[in-house]
């Protein structure tokens, strides 16, 4: 057998550089790094020695160099992914947020942190947590629950089965999520003699998993007996490459569509029989149609909360449910039906069984009136004046009015998730939200990573104060890398979601708001001169009008551009929406907490968990 001599360190990014996906390209782009204890010199040096063919990137922190490949791989729908190293101490745990994230968003990623020596012989070293009833844990035992594999190598042979472990896992359609390989810092270091066979090219297929044929007359079935069955499209059809084959079964059997955060782009807002969102963050006419339909047809969504309103917007008394997902966990959830299968696949089998069978037309009124409504929301303000602020819905509409088919709008926190869920009106993939996670800090670093995956996109990045203020430095290695995207900073000055939130729920305006904070002063926070400072092109403007004015001057620059605008807190979307399941305290003294806890006792009755 023909070896060949390498660090554990080498072999490791070697492997990488030669496992390709079915187009020709390498499943892992490259490899975010920031380094230190525990990972300089053997990771290091390994990365610096195959740069020419496996690039490295450095990051500002962990966590959204992190969440910078994690959209990545999202825009990638999941046919390419990155890999991240970091220390072994602080720099390993401010991972474990972004692995989380990925985790709940089934999304692949490779996370090499650092770890302890294997053979102890310095312990304790540097970062190193101790515990006294355990030798062999370390802080990357923190991965564990946020990993789909996770493992120790305590050895440079351990590769040779985790490694292909690893790339099993990120490109499995069903268990895709992220890789955690907690590499020993000796043990990078250690010299093995690798058989040469190991590194010979290897292309990974993502599979497209067949029905039960048992199981899809079962949903034929379902189908021909509902008389108004509605379609909950989710991103297991982004991920499956289904969003055709949706809308010609959708049109072929004249069955509305309402799509879900992660669904939404799956197919374009003009098509007639797209009614928008359902549940908590729905339309009007999304929640219509669902309320009144007898057979929700899930296709790739796992039912949160906020898409079926707690389990209170499928309110057919007679409805039943469908669920076609790749996963039996998912698929089997709430009683539903199932059909395990690819959803491309599932789609053209469920066509089949239903021939020419065709429903009855939803309500194509309510969908009228819904965008007439949303129309009226979503134009430019015919006040102004000193005294008077634009809401989220006003800069919606600003960036929709100069929006073209390549832009992509994307958030994850805060109040914009649900207004643009409600209010953006999505060309085909042009919607990219994190609500799985719906992580603070997420969105300056996912709007690097989507121009990264697809520099042809007009990236628009809406981020409100308080999540740009938990995470914002990769907007200074995207100056460095000249990765240009546009970022809308609405300030209203705190936590204007959550406050509302707090009120809804009875409770006094507390600790969101910076003016219900215990604090000394009231802030002054220049986000200009802050984004200014890391290089991006940055201004504030002063009405919507201006907005939409910088918005076009924007694209014609190689560097971010960050634009800040004033908006007040309390609208939100204002329109649309469901009911969500936020528990209200039973024992209170204020009128406000009992109305609140008595309207919550309302919504309970009305959920229909089975």
Request: glycine share 10%.
């Amino acid at each position: 057998m023909t070896t060949i001599r390498l660090t554990a360190a080498q072999a490791m990014f070697r492997w990488l550089s030669v496992q390709m996906n079915e187009d020709g390209e390498r499943f892992i782009d490259g490899v975010w790094a920031i380094f230190g204890h525990g990972n300089v010199a053997g990771i290091g040096e390994a990365l610096h020695g195959i740069q020419g063919t496996l690039p490295t990137w450095r990051g500002q922190n962990e966590q959204t160099m992190a969440h910078a490949a994690i959209a990545y791989a999202k825009t990638k729908r999941r046919r390419k992914a990155m890999a991240i190293t970091s220390s072994i101490g602080p720099g390993a745990t401010n991972m474990v947020t972004a692995a989380a994230l990925a985790h709940v968003n089934r999304l692949p990623v490779l996370f090499i942190p650092g770890d302890v020596f294997a053979n102890r012989r310095p312990d304790p070293v540097l970062q190193q947590i101790e515990d006294f009833d355990d030798g062999t844990m370390s802080v990357t035992d923190c991965f564990r629950p946020v990993s789909r594999y996770f493992d120790r190598i305590t050895r440079p042979e351990h590769l040779l089965s985790a490694l292909p472990r690893a790339m099993q896992v990120m490109t499995d359609p069903a268990n895709c999520g992220p890789v955690t390989l907690a590499f020993c810092q000796d043990v990078q270091a250690e010299a093995y003699d690798w058989p040469e066979s190991f590194f010979a090219e290897k292309t990974w297929r993502i599979r497209r998993p067949e029905p039960d044929p048992r199981e899809v007359e079962d949903v034929v079935a379902a189908l021909k007996a509902a008389k108004s069955p509605v379609i909950v499209a989710g991103g297991g059809v982004l991920y499956s490459g289904a969003e055709r084959e949706l809308l010609n079964f959708a049109k072929t059997h004249n069955i509305a569509i309402v799509e879900t955060q992660a669904g939404k782009g799956a197919i374009d807002w003009k098509e007639k029989l797209n009614f928008g969102s359902p549940g908590v963050t729905g339309t009007d006419c999304g929640n219509k149609v669902a309320a009144d339909a007898d057979l929700i047809v899930g296709i790739g969504t796992r039912f949160q909360d906020f898409t079926t309103g707690s389990w209170t917007a499928f309110g057919n008394p007679d409805r039943k449910l469908v669920s076609i997902n790749l996963t039996g966990y998912d698929a089997a959830k709430h009683g539903a039906t199932a059909l395990v299968s690819d959803a491309k696949v599932a789609l053209s089998r469920l066509s089949a069984g239903l021939g020419g069978h065709r429903f009855t037309d939803p309500d194509f009124a309510a969908r009228d009136a819904w965008f007439k409504l949303s129309d009226d929301a979503l134009a430019a303000p015919t006040r102004d004046g000193e005294n008077f602020l634009p809401s989220d819905a006003h800069v919606i509409g600003a960036v929709l009015r100069q929006a073209k088919e390549n832009t992509v709008a994307m958030c994850a926190a805060g109040t914009m998730p649900g207004a643009l869920q409600v209010l953006w009106r999505a060309s085909a993939n042009g919607y990219h939200m994190e609500y799985g996670y719906s992580c603070m800090g997420y969105e300056v670093a996912g709007a690097f990573g989507i121009k990264l995956a697809d520099t042809n996109k007009d990236v628009i990045c809406f981020v409100g104060d308080g999540s740009y203020m938990m995470a914002n430095s990769e907007l200074a290695t995207a100056v460095m890398m000249r990765v240009p995207f546009t970022i809308v900073l609405t300030d209203n000055r705190g936590y204007g979601c959550i406050n509302r939130l707090q009120q809804e729920c009875g409770g006094a305006e507390f600790n969101n708001m910076y003016k219900d904070s215990n604090i000394e002063a009231q802030p002054e926070i220049d986000f200009v001169a802050h984004a200014q400072s890391m290089g991006a092109h940055a201004l504030k403007v002063d009405d919507i009008a201006a907005l939409e004015r910088e918005l076009v001057d924007a694209r014609a620059r190689s560097i971010p551009t960050v634009i800040v605008i004033d908006t007040e807190a309390e609208t939100g979307a204002g329109i649309g929406g469901g009911w969500w399941d936020v528990a209200v305290p039973e024992v209170g003294n204020t009128e406000e907490l009992k109305k609140a806890r008595a309207h919550y006792e309302a919504n309970l009755k009305r959920q229909r968990i089975n």
